[in-house]
Protein backbone atom coordinates (compact mmCIF):
# COMPACT_ATOMS: atom_id res chain seq x y z
CA UNK A 1 0.00 0.00 0.00
CA UNK A 2 1.40 3.39 -0.90
CA UNK A 3 2.21 5.96 1.61
CA UNK A 4 -0.62 8.65 0.20
CA UNK A 5 -2.88 5.85 0.51
CA UNK A 6 -2.13 4.83 3.85
CA UNK A 7 -2.60 8.20 4.91
CA UNK A 8 -5.94 8.73 3.23
CA UNK A 9 -6.94 5.80 5.35
CA UNK A 10 -5.62 7.01 8.83
CA UNK A 11 -6.79 10.78 7.94
CA UNK A 12 -11.04 8.75 7.37
CA UNK A 13 -10.33 6.74 10.16
CA UNK A 14 -9.38 9.85 12.78
CA UNK A 15 -12.45 11.97 11.23
CA UNK A 16 -14.62 8.89 12.19
CA UNK A 17 -13.36 9.07 15.79
CA UNK A 18 -13.85 12.21 15.95
CA UNK A 19 -16.88 12.53 14.37
CA UNK A 20 -18.34 9.53 17.19
CA UNK A 21 -17.11 10.85 19.91
CA UNK A 22 -18.42 14.71 19.16
CA UNK A 23 -21.56 12.85 19.01
CA UNK A 24 -21.16 11.07 22.08
CA UNK A 25 -20.00 14.24 23.64
CA UNK A 26 -23.24 16.25 22.39
CA UNK A 27 -25.40 13.29 23.51
CA UNK A 28 -24.13 12.98 26.67
CA UNK A 29 -24.18 16.95 26.73
CA UNK A 30 -27.76 17.42 26.08
CA UNK A 31 -29.28 14.96 28.74
CA UNK A 32 -26.79 16.59 30.85
CA UNK A 33 -28.60 20.13 30.23
CA UNK A 34 -31.73 18.36 30.94
CA UNK A 35 -30.87 17.36 34.20
CA UNK A 36 -29.15 20.17 35.19
CA UNK A 37 -31.82 23.02 34.24
CA UNK A 38 -35.19 21.21 34.92
CA UNK A 39 -35.38 20.18 38.62
CA UNK A 40 -38.27 19.70 41.16
CA UNK A 41 -37.58 21.59 44.78
CA UNK A 42 -38.94 18.02 46.14
CA UNK A 43 -38.68 15.00 44.39
CA UNK A 44 -41.93 12.92 43.77
CA UNK A 45 -44.06 10.61 44.37
CA UNK A 46 -46.09 13.37 45.94
CA UNK A 47 -49.24 12.75 48.74
CA UNK A 48 -51.51 15.42 49.26
CA UNK A 49 -54.63 15.85 51.77
CA UNK A 50 -57.60 13.39 50.97
CA UNK A 51 -59.41 15.70 50.69
CA UNK A 52 -57.15 17.66 47.92
CA UNK A 53 -56.78 14.09 46.33
CA UNK A 54 -60.50 13.18 45.99
CA UNK A 55 -60.79 16.08 44.21
CA UNK A 56 -58.00 15.81 42.10
CA UNK A 57 -60.11 12.59 40.83
CA UNK A 58 -63.07 14.81 39.66
CA UNK A 59 -61.14 17.22 37.99
CA UNK A 60 -60.30 17.00 34.42
CA UNK A 61 -56.37 18.87 34.50
CA UNK A 62 -55.26 21.15 31.61
CA UNK A 63 -52.11 22.55 31.90
CA UNK A 64 -51.54 25.57 29.41
CA UNK A 65 -47.34 25.46 28.99
CA UNK A 66 -44.66 22.83 28.81
CA UNK A 67 -41.64 22.23 26.89
CA UNK A 68 -40.87 18.79 27.15
CA UNK A 69 -40.16 18.58 23.21
CA UNK A 70 -37.19 20.48 23.35
CA UNK A 71 -35.36 17.47 25.41
CA UNK A 72 -34.46 14.43 24.31
CA UNK A 73 -36.42 12.38 27.00
CA UNK A 74 -38.66 10.06 25.76
CA UNK A 75 -42.25 11.59 26.30
CA UNK A 76 -44.04 7.38 26.77
CA UNK A 77 -41.16 6.89 29.54
CA UNK A 78 -40.76 7.44 33.27
CA UNK A 79 -37.82 9.47 34.11
CA UNK A 80 -36.32 10.77 37.57
CA UNK A 81 -35.52 14.37 36.34
CA UNK A 82 -37.27 16.82 34.59
CA UNK A 83 -41.31 17.52 34.91
CA UNK A 84 -43.03 15.81 32.17
CA UNK A 85 -43.39 12.31 30.45
CA UNK A 86 -46.77 10.33 30.12
CA UNK A 87 -46.63 8.18 32.93
CA UNK A 88 -46.33 11.31 34.96
CA UNK A 89 -49.19 13.31 33.57
CA UNK A 90 -51.40 9.94 33.89
CA UNK A 91 -50.54 10.42 37.81
CA UNK A 92 -51.37 14.25 38.22
CA UNK A 93 -54.64 13.53 36.18
CA UNK A 94 -53.90 16.39 33.37
CA UNK A 95 -56.52 15.46 30.57
CA UNK A 96 -54.76 18.05 28.49
CA UNK A 97 -51.03 19.12 28.07
CA UNK A 98 -49.92 22.07 26.03
CA UNK A 99 -46.57 21.26 24.33
CA UNK A 100 -44.43 24.46 23.37
CA UNK A 101 -41.41 24.66 20.89
CA UNK A 102 -38.77 26.18 21.75
CA UNK A 103 -36.28 26.93 18.98
CA UNK A 104 -34.29 29.31 20.05
CA UNK A 105 -33.12 31.29 23.21
CA UNK A 106 -29.58 33.90 23.56
CA UNK A 107 -27.37 32.64 25.52
CA UNK A 108 -26.48 34.59 29.15
CA UNK A 109 -30.31 34.92 28.65
CA UNK A 110 -31.72 37.02 31.22
CA UNK A 111 -35.13 39.04 31.90
CA UNK A 112 -34.19 42.41 31.22
CA UNK A 113 -32.44 42.40 27.76
CA UNK A 114 -31.72 40.14 25.13
CA UNK A 115 -30.64 40.53 21.41
CA UNK A 116 -31.10 37.58 18.86
CA UNK A 117 -27.44 37.06 18.10
CA UNK A 118 -26.81 33.94 19.56
CA UNK A 119 -28.48 31.18 20.23
CA UNK A 120 -28.67 27.94 22.57
CA UNK A 121 -30.71 25.56 20.58
CA UNK A 122 -28.32 24.87 17.54
CA UNK A 123 -26.02 22.65 19.97
CA UNK A 124 -29.36 20.62 21.49
CA UNK A 125 -30.94 19.74 17.45
CA UNK A 126 -27.24 18.78 16.75
CA UNK A 127 -26.76 16.77 19.47
CA UNK A 128 -30.50 14.97 19.10
CA UNK A 129 -29.61 14.25 15.63
CA UNK A 130 -31.97 16.59 14.32
CA UNK A 131 -32.21 16.51 10.76
CA UNK A 132 -29.25 19.17 9.42
CA UNK A 133 -32.05 21.49 7.68
CA UNK A 134 -33.34 22.07 11.05
CA UNK A 135 -29.68 23.08 12.66
CA UNK A 136 -30.04 26.05 10.31
CA UNK A 137 -33.79 26.55 9.66
CA UNK A 138 -35.79 28.02 12.56
CA UNK A 139 -38.94 26.87 11.20
CA UNK A 140 -37.82 23.32 10.51
CA UNK A 141 -36.95 23.53 14.31
CA UNK A 142 -40.29 23.67 14.94
CA UNK A 143 -41.44 20.92 12.52
CA UNK A 144 -39.38 18.76 13.52
CA UNK A 145 -40.26 18.92 17.56
CA UNK A 146 -43.94 18.59 15.83
CA UNK A 147 -42.98 15.22 13.84
CA UNK A 148 -41.41 14.35 17.77
CA UNK A 149 -45.00 14.41 19.51
CA UNK A 150 -46.59 12.94 16.56
CA UNK A 151 -44.54 10.20 16.43
CA UNK A 152 -44.96 9.78 20.48
CA UNK A 153 -48.15 9.81 19.84
CA UNK A 154 -48.14 7.14 17.20
CA UNK A 155 -45.65 4.38 19.30
CA UNK A 156 -47.85 4.97 22.71
CA UNK A 157 -51.07 3.28 19.98
CA UNK A 158 -49.07 0.34 20.10
CA UNK A 159 -47.38 -0.10 23.19
CA UNK A 160 -51.26 -0.43 24.34
CA UNK A 161 -50.68 1.26 27.74
CA UNK A 162 -51.72 5.17 28.29
CA UNK A 163 -52.35 6.74 24.93
CA UNK A 164 -51.08 10.30 24.14
CA UNK A 165 -53.82 11.82 21.55
CA UNK A 166 -52.70 14.97 19.38
CA UNK A 167 -55.93 17.92 19.34
CA UNK A 168 -56.48 19.91 16.51
CA UNK A 169 -60.11 21.28 16.85
CA UNK A 170 -62.84 21.29 19.10
CA UNK A 171 -63.77 18.09 17.85
CA UNK A 172 -60.57 16.16 18.87
CA UNK A 173 -61.02 17.76 22.28
CA UNK A 174 -64.12 17.03 22.83
CA UNK A 175 -63.99 13.26 21.48
CA UNK A 176 -60.54 13.19 23.64
CA UNK A 177 -63.09 13.89 27.04
CA UNK A 178 -65.50 11.64 25.91
CA UNK A 179 -62.80 9.08 25.76
CA UNK A 180 -61.59 9.71 29.29
CA UNK A 181 -65.18 9.73 30.49
CA UNK A 182 -65.55 6.08 29.86
CA UNK A 183 -62.41 4.99 31.45
CA UNK A 184 -60.23 4.56 28.80
CA UNK A 185 -56.61 6.17 29.64
CA UNK A 186 -55.89 9.04 27.13
CA UNK A 187 -54.33 12.27 27.45
CA UNK A 188 -54.70 15.06 25.35
CA UNK A 189 -51.33 16.94 23.36
CA UNK A 190 -51.68 20.27 21.80
CA UNK A 191 -48.99 22.06 19.96
CA UNK A 192 -47.85 25.63 20.09
CA UNK A 193 -44.76 27.87 19.46
CA UNK A 194 -42.61 29.79 22.01
CA UNK A 195 -42.13 33.17 19.64
CA UNK A 196 -42.70 32.93 15.92
CA UNK A 197 -39.40 33.87 14.75
CA UNK A 198 -40.21 30.26 13.22
CA UNK A 199 -41.93 31.80 10.39
CA UNK A 200 -38.49 33.71 9.40
CA UNK A 201 -40.37 36.91 8.59
CA UNK A 202 -42.93 35.16 5.89
CA UNK A 203 -46.66 35.08 6.53
CA UNK A 204 -47.06 31.61 4.22
CA UNK A 205 -44.63 29.76 6.77
CA UNK A 206 -47.61 30.26 9.60
CA UNK A 207 -50.11 28.79 7.32
CA UNK A 208 -47.26 25.61 6.89
CA UNK A 209 -47.21 25.34 10.99
CA UNK A 210 -50.84 25.33 11.51
CA UNK A 211 -51.14 22.49 8.94
CA UNK A 212 -48.80 20.50 10.50
CA UNK A 213 -50.89 20.88 13.72
CA UNK A 214 -50.21 24.25 15.82
CA UNK A 215 -53.35 25.88 17.03
CA UNK A 216 -51.78 28.78 19.88
CA UNK A 217 -49.10 30.88 18.81
CA UNK A 218 -47.09 32.76 20.98
CA UNK A 219 -46.05 35.98 19.48
CA UNK A 220 -42.37 36.22 20.99
CA UNK A 221 -39.90 34.58 23.42
CA UNK A 222 -36.62 36.44 25.12
CA UNK A 223 -36.14 38.57 22.28
CA UNK A 224 -37.61 41.08 19.50
CA UNK A 225 -38.67 39.18 16.48
CA UNK A 226 -39.98 40.66 13.15
CA UNK A 227 -43.91 40.11 14.37
CA UNK A 228 -42.97 42.41 17.88
CA UNK A 229 -41.60 42.94 20.95
CA UNK A 230 -40.65 40.63 23.86
CA UNK A 231 -40.53 41.81 27.51
CA UNK A 232 -37.21 41.23 27.61
CA UNK A 233 -36.27 41.92 24.08
CA UNK A 234 -33.89 45.18 23.46
CA UNK A 235 -36.90 47.66 21.93
CA UNK A 236 -39.73 45.46 23.40
CA UNK A 237 -42.09 47.41 20.56
CA UNK A 238 -45.36 46.64 19.50
CA UNK A 239 -46.84 45.20 16.35
CA UNK A 240 -44.87 45.20 13.62
CA UNK A 241 -46.71 45.72 9.74
CA UNK A 242 -45.90 41.62 9.73
CA UNK A 243 -47.21 41.41 13.22
CA UNK A 244 -50.41 42.93 11.92
CA UNK A 245 -50.75 40.94 9.28
CA UNK A 246 -49.78 37.88 11.24
CA UNK A 247 -52.65 38.59 13.55
CA UNK A 248 -55.09 39.29 10.92
CA UNK A 249 -53.90 35.49 9.39
CA UNK A 250 -54.50 33.49 12.87
CA UNK A 251 -57.45 35.45 13.36
CA UNK A 252 -58.62 34.06 9.85
CA UNK A 253 -57.93 30.82 10.52
CA UNK A 254 -59.67 30.77 13.73
CA UNK A 255 -56.68 29.91 15.78
CA UNK A 256 -54.85 31.03 18.94
CA UNK A 257 -52.66 34.40 19.90
CA UNK A 258 -50.55 33.57 22.84
CA UNK A 259 -49.03 36.56 24.82
CA UNK A 260 -46.94 34.91 27.23
CA UNK A 261 -42.93 37.14 26.97
CA UNK A 262 -45.03 39.79 25.07
CA UNK A 263 -43.73 43.88 25.74
CA UNK A 264 -46.38 45.80 27.54
CA UNK A 265 -46.72 47.66 24.18
CA UNK A 266 -47.41 44.32 22.20
CA UNK A 267 -50.32 43.42 24.74
CA UNK A 268 -51.85 46.58 24.03
CA UNK A 269 -51.52 46.31 20.14
CA UNK A 270 -52.49 42.79 20.04
CA UNK A 271 -55.49 43.29 22.20
CA UNK A 272 -56.66 46.27 19.73
CA UNK A 273 -55.94 44.34 16.68
CA UNK A 274 -57.44 41.08 17.06
CA UNK A 275 -61.21 40.07 17.23
CA UNK A 276 -60.61 36.95 19.20
CA UNK A 277 -59.53 36.33 22.89
CA UNK A 278 -55.94 35.78 23.85
CA UNK A 279 -54.77 33.27 25.57
CA UNK A 280 -51.35 34.09 28.44
CA UNK A 281 -50.12 30.39 28.12
CA UNK A 282 -47.48 31.14 31.57
CA UNK A 283 -46.64 34.10 33.04
CA UNK A 284 -47.14 35.94 36.83
CA UNK A 285 -49.31 38.86 38.46
CA UNK A 286 -46.96 41.55 39.51
CA UNK A 287 -50.11 41.93 42.12
CA UNK A 288 -47.98 39.27 44.40
CA UNK A 289 -44.80 38.99 42.13
CA UNK A 290 -43.01 42.21 40.30
CA UNK A 291 -41.40 41.47 37.27
CA UNK A 292 -40.81 42.19 33.76
CA UNK A 293 -43.29 39.78 32.30
CA UNK A 294 -45.77 39.51 34.90
CA UNK A 295 -49.30 40.78 34.09
CA UNK A 296 -50.60 44.00 35.99
CA UNK A 297 -54.47 44.83 36.81
CA UNK A 298 -54.42 46.24 34.23
CA UNK A 299 -53.49 43.77 31.87
CA UNK A 300 -55.23 41.34 34.02
CA UNK A 301 -58.35 43.11 33.40
CA UNK A 302 -58.80 43.72 29.38
CA UNK A 303 -57.29 40.56 28.62
CA UNK A 304 -60.77 39.12 30.88
CA UNK A 305 -62.62 41.70 29.50
CA UNK A 306 -61.85 40.16 26.10
CA UNK A 307 -62.77 36.50 27.13
CA UNK A 308 -58.98 35.62 27.35
CA UNK A 309 -57.40 33.31 29.77
CA UNK A 310 -54.77 33.25 31.98
CA UNK A 311 -52.10 30.74 32.92
CA UNK A 312 -50.20 31.01 35.98
CA UNK A 313 -46.86 29.32 36.39
CA UNK A 314 -44.70 27.46 38.80
CA UNK A 315 -41.23 29.35 38.25
CA UNK A 316 -39.68 31.69 41.36
CA UNK A 317 -39.93 34.81 37.74
CA UNK A 318 -43.24 34.07 37.91
CA UNK A 319 -44.53 33.81 41.92
CA UNK A 320 -41.25 34.98 43.30
CA UNK A 321 -40.67 31.42 45.28
CA UNK A 322 -41.35 28.07 43.78
CA UNK A 323 -43.85 27.15 46.28
CA UNK A 324 -47.57 25.95 46.00
CA UNK A 325 -48.23 28.18 48.46
CA UNK A 326 -46.81 31.18 46.22
CA UNK A 327 -49.03 29.79 43.39
CA UNK A 328 -51.88 29.59 45.36
CA UNK A 329 -51.45 33.56 46.15
CA UNK A 330 -50.98 34.33 42.57
CA UNK A 331 -54.41 32.49 41.78
CA UNK A 332 -56.17 34.00 44.34
CA UNK A 333 -54.71 37.90 43.19
CA UNK A 334 -55.66 36.78 39.62
CA UNK A 335 -59.11 36.13 40.37
CA UNK A 336 -59.98 38.97 42.48
CA UNK A 337 -58.77 40.99 39.54
CA UNK A 338 -60.26 39.73 36.58
CA UNK A 339 -62.76 36.66 37.72
CA UNK A 340 -62.61 33.45 38.11
CA UNK A 341 -63.42 32.59 35.00
CA UNK A 342 -59.88 33.59 33.03
CA UNK A 343 -57.68 31.77 35.08
CA UNK A 344 -55.54 28.62 34.49
CA UNK A 345 -52.66 26.32 35.16
CA UNK A 346 -49.68 27.86 33.24
CA UNK A 347 -46.32 25.18 34.50
CA UNK A 348 -43.54 26.43 31.77
CA UNK A 349 -42.67 22.76 32.66
CA UNK A 350 -39.34 22.01 31.37
CA UNK A 351 -38.40 25.40 30.38
CA UNK A 352 -35.04 25.67 32.36
CA UNK A 353 -37.09 26.19 35.28
CA UNK A 354 -37.03 25.12 38.95
CA UNK A 355 -41.04 24.35 40.25
CA UNK A 356 -42.13 23.18 43.21
CA UNK A 357 -43.00 19.62 42.18
CA UNK A 358 -43.76 17.39 38.71
CA UNK A 359 -46.17 17.34 36.38
CA UNK A 360 -47.69 13.77 38.74
CA UNK A 361 -47.91 16.49 41.79
CA UNK A 362 -51.37 18.24 40.76
CA UNK A 363 -52.72 17.06 44.15
CA UNK A 364 -50.16 19.09 45.90
CA UNK A 365 -52.05 22.21 44.01
CA UNK A 366 -55.75 21.37 44.62
CA UNK A 367 -54.46 21.33 48.23
CA UNK A 368 -52.44 25.17 47.93
CA UNK A 369 -55.69 26.27 46.31
CA UNK A 370 -57.94 24.70 49.26
CA UNK A 371 -55.85 26.02 51.82
CA UNK A 372 -56.02 29.89 50.23
CA UNK A 373 -59.70 29.38 50.63
CA UNK A 374 -60.87 28.63 46.69
CA UNK A 375 -64.15 26.65 46.61
CA UNK A 376 -64.20 23.26 44.76
CA UNK A 377 -65.80 24.85 41.92
CA UNK A 378 -63.32 27.93 41.79
CA UNK A 379 -60.85 24.90 41.92
CA UNK A 380 -62.05 22.85 39.35
CA UNK A 381 -62.22 25.79 37.19
CA UNK A 382 -58.33 26.75 37.09
CA UNK A 383 -57.15 23.51 37.11
CA UNK A 384 -58.68 22.85 33.99
CA UNK A 385 -62.51 23.74 34.10
CA UNK A 386 -61.77 27.29 32.05
CA UNK A 387 -59.38 25.84 29.95
CA UNK A 388 -61.58 23.06 28.55
CA UNK A 389 -64.07 25.74 28.22
CA UNK A 390 -62.40 28.64 26.17
CA UNK A 391 -60.50 25.93 23.77
CA UNK A 392 -63.74 23.86 23.01
CA UNK A 393 -65.05 27.56 22.45
CA UNK A 394 -62.05 28.69 20.50
CA UNK A 395 -60.23 25.83 18.42
CA UNK A 396 -61.32 25.36 14.70
CA UNK A 397 -64.53 23.27 15.16
CA UNK A 398 -63.04 20.58 13.20
Known sequence: MSRTRLLRRLVAAVLVLVVVALTVVLTVGADLADRSMNHVVTAGPYAASPAAESLLRAIEVVDLHADALLWPRDLLERHSYGHVDLPRLQDGHVALQLFSVVTKTPRGINYERNTDDTDNITLLAIAQRYPVRAWFSLRERARWQARRLADAAERSVKDGGVTLRLVRSGADLAALLAERRAGRPVIGALLATEGLHPIEGRLDNLDTLAADGFRVFGLTHFFDNEVGGSAHGVDKGGLTSLGRAVVAR?????????????????????????????????????????????????????????????????????????????????????????????????????????????????????????????????????????????????????
Not at 335 to 345: E, K, N
Not at 375 to 380: L, T
Open 250 to 398: IDSLGLLIDLAHASPRLVDDVLGATRRPIVVSHAGVRGTCPGPRNLSDDQLRRIAAGGGLVGIGYWDGAICEPTAAAFARAVVHAISVAGDDHIALGSDFDGSTTTPFDASGMGLVVAALQGAGLSDAQIGKVMGGNALRFLLAHLPAR
